[in-house]
């Protein structure tokens, strides 16, 4: 892609990649306090406005070029948005793991926490998947906005679902 070498992409992810193990230490103690439910939310709601941002900015990208300030420092934007995303990402796992530690056994806990371990490293490889899908059939800033999509809208049936207790 001629917006972006292999090294630029390379600096983005891996400083997402930085802040998304780190910041489990922060948001491990911030789930206990404020729960699961409100986690999820905190998590799924910060990473929508995270895609959104970045896909206005790649929008910006396309149609000023890279004569525009965001142009100019389009690595820098992005490498800063992908890691505020990648926070509320971790957010999100701690919380899920936090709002299903109940439904099981202590015994059970561990192999279940892999499980749903696994799970969300999944996430990445059908991140890969899909975005090479959405950048063959749409608009490069699609790759953004359509995760803005489907984040609002499971931050919404969230809402409605998601309980801090099993029942």
Not at 36 to 53: D, F, Y
Not at 100 to 115: S, T, Y
Not at 153 to 163: E, T
Request: glycine content about 12%; charged content about 10%; hydrophobic content about 55%.
């Amino acid at each position: 892609n001629p917006m972006m070498t292999n090294m630029d992409f390379a600096t983005i992810f891996g400083w997402g990649t930085a802040v998304y193990g780190a910041s489990f230490l922060l948001n491990g103690p911030l789930t206990d306090k404020y729960g699961g439910r409100r986690a999820i939310l905190i998590g799924a709601g910060g990473a929508l406005v995270a895609n959104l941002l970045m896909g206005l900015a790649t929008l910006s990208l396309v149609t000023d070029g890279a004569s525009g300030w965001i142009g100019q420092n389009f690595v820098t934007v992005l490498t800063l948005l992908y890691m505020v995303n990648m926070y509320f990402q971790s957010f999100g796992a701690v919380a899920i793991v936090k709002c299903n530690a109940p439904w099981f056994h202590v015994r059970e806990r561990g192999v279940f926490g892999a499980i749903f371990g696994i799970l969300i490293s999944l996430g990445i490889y059908f991140a890969f998947d899909v975005g090479y899908m959405i950048i063959e059939s749409f608009d490069l800033e699609y790759l953004f906005f359509i995760p803005t999509v489907f984040l609002a809208i499971f931050w919404i049936i969230d809402v409605v679902m998601v309980q801090n207790t099993p029942g």
